[in-house]
Structures are given as C-alpha cells and as structure tokens.
T-cell receptor, first 116, second 115 residues
Framework: AQKVTQAQTEISVVEKEDVTLDCVYE???????LFWYKQPPSGELVFLIR??????QNEISGRYSWNFQKSTSSFNFTITASQVVDSAVYFC?????????????FGPGTRLSVLP | DTGVSQNPRHKITKRGQNVTFRCDPI?????LYWYRQTLGQGPEFLTY????????KSRLLSDRFSAERPKGSFSTLEIQRTEQGDSAMYLC?????????????FGPGTRLTVL
C-alpha cells in the first residue's frame, strides 16, 4: 500500500532563514513519482517539483531544492532564504506507475509560517 | 485564464439536500480527477476519468456520490442526501495522460458546508 508521511505539522521561521520540509513515503512499486505542492490560503494547490524514482539526482531550482534518497524513502524539500509569501501548507504526494490512473496519495501537509 | 476552474467556490446546504459541483479542466487534458480534502488533512482521491470514461472510484465514494464527464470535457460531482460528514473542500485536477510530465493541475476547489 502506498503512504506518505509528513511528520512536521507546523514550522515557523523568520524571513531569510532556510527551511527543510520532510517527507517519507511507502510504496511497493519500483517506478513511482514524487511531488511537492503548495497550498496558500486561497486554497488552490500549486505544483512545485516532481521527481521520478529512477533519478536520484538532487537539484536546485531557484530558491527550491530537494533531496531524494531511495535508501531511506525520503523526499525532502528545502526553501532557501524564505520569504513571507512562502507561508502556506506544503504537501508531499506519491503516484505509482503501476497504478493505471496514477492518482496521487498525499501526506497530511506541513504548515509553514514565515515571519517578517 | 487557461487553468482548471471549479464552480461554485462555496456551497452551504442543509443536511439531506442534493448538491452538484462543476469542474472545467485544462482544455487539452484527457484525465480528470476528483479529490476531497477535510480540514487539516491532505487531499484524498475520489475518482478519475479518462476522456468520458470513469475508470476508478475509491472506497470513499459512497453510493450517494456520482460523477460524470459526459463529453470528455467538463465534469460534475453530485452528492445526494448530504450529511454533515460531507463537509469538505472538493478539488478537481487534470492532466494530459499522453505527457510524461504526470503532475496534476488543480482547481481552486469547492468548499461544501453541510448544516
């Protein structure tokens, strides 16, 4: 069965600090996809990053970076030099290639508050 | 605006009434998904369509729920005889199944409150 855990319920940081959001997943598929979405107070889920299970290369995109480690089933997400506009709930999601519909399983979310 | 749209944005109803929500996906997307999100939780999968065919329904989708996508474009989600436990945000998402980029694009959601 697929499952996503985000152990951090809420995080508060001061603007310009770096912050890392943790995500641990469970799946029996060998091919799967991992995502991070942001949900601001307006409610709309905004796609941030995607990673395939067969590519463990970690990357940086602007202020966002991610650390994907299959050995520990973790897909952590880092925001560098946080800004007040980064305040939102962040969701990690898993999609299995063996699931034809490839619907997402989401974690419970981490609420990030960036204080000025 | 070419994103996913949902109507209405908010719906307040009394227990026992029927409600219907609409989702208009991104025009070239052939897959459409419905999710439900309760307060403080992540979205949970309800059902999805490939074109007009409903291919999967989760166990969360009781027989009071029905979804359609009659022409493979917009979709409707109907809840009959609403219960207070149906109060949630209902999210619609779409993607192009032919694309290797399988992220889903979400609409703003319909927040349902059952009194």
């Amino acid at each position: 069965a697929q499952k996503v855990t985000q152990a951090q319920t809420e995080i508060s940081v001061v603007e310009k600090e770096d912050v890392t959001l943790d995500c641990v997943y469970e799946t029996r598929d060998t091919t799967y996809y991992l995502f991070w979405y942001k949900q601001p107070p307006s409610g709309e889920l905004v796609f941030l990053i995607r990673r395939n299970s067969f590519d463990e290369q970690n990357e940086i995109s602007g202020r966002y970076s991610w650390n994907f480690q299959k050995s520990t089933s973790s897909f952590n997400f880092t925001i560098t030099a946080s800004q007040v506009v980064d305040s939102a709930v962040y969701f990690c999601a898993l999609s299995e290639a063996g699931n034809y519909g490839q619907n997402f399983v989401f974690g419970p979310g981490t609420r990030l508050s960036v204080l000025p | 605006d070419t994103g996913v749209s949902q109507n209405p944005r908010h719906k307040i109803t009394k227990r026992g009434q029927n409600v219907t929500f609409r989702c208009d996906p991104i025009s070239e997307h052939n897959r459409l998904y419905w999710y439900r999100q309760t307060l403080g939780q992540g979205p949970e999968f309800l059902t999805y369509f490939q074109n007009e065919a409903q291919l999967e329904k989760s166990r969360l989708l009781s027989d009071r729920f029905s979804a359609e996508r009659p022409k493979g474009s917009f979709s409707t989600l109907e809840i009959q005889r609403t219960e207070q436990g149906d109060s949630a945000m209902y999210l619609c998402a779409s993607r192009d199944a032919r694309s290797s980029y399988n992220e889903q694009f979400f609409g703003p959601g319909t927040r349902l409150t059952v009194l």
